[in-house]
């Protein structure tokens, strides 16, 4: 067994108790969730990149534009010329939460599932709005 894969006891609230070294470091430095301990959980979760609000913040531009939705950070930057309603409604939210503006625009279905090609990351537990573990959440949220 490599020091990587040795087994430790894991110092983080709701971590699986036998985490590897190699799974606590990544958690630690925010490259990865924290293994959990719920074996019901049949459904696995995408591994994101954790991204700030500030980051986001810094591409907010026509050549360079992120915006978040439901707390999940997005690089539209090559999707503005395809949007249906136009770049200008994007741009106008650009390196921001456009949640708000997402959703008074009534998007389709297809819409909405088509928002997983431009996924790049997701906001730290304590910058997200709409998915909060242990608080009041959304439901039918999109994945």
């Known amino acids: ?5 040795a087994q430790v006891q894991s110092p983080i609230e709701g971590a699986n108790q036998s985490a590897t070294i190699l799974q606590l470091a ?6 990865t969730k924290v293994p959990a301990t719920d074996s ?38 090559n999707f503005l010329r ?6 200008d409604v994007l741009v106008e939210n650009a390196g ?7 959703l008074n625009a009534g998007h389709s279905t297809m819409a909405i599932k088509s928002l997983k090609l431009y996924e790049i990351g997701e ?5 997200c709005i709409y998915r909060c573990v242990g608080k009041l959440t959304l439901t039918n949220l999109p994945d």
């Open 1 to 5: 067994m490599s020091t990587v894969d």
């Open 26 to 31: 990544m958690a630690a430095l925010r490259l």
């Open 40 to 77: 019901n959980n049949n459904h696995q979760q995408r591994l994101r990149p954790v991204i700030s609000l500030s980051e986001v913040a810094y591409h907010d531009c026509y050549d360079d534009c992120w915006i978040v939705l439901y707390d999940r950070v997005y690089d539209i930057t």
């Open 82 to 87: 395809l949007h249906p309603g136009g770049h």
């Open 96 to 102: 921001r939460d456009a949640t708000i503006a997402f």
């Open 123 to 127: 906001l730290p537990t304590n910058e």
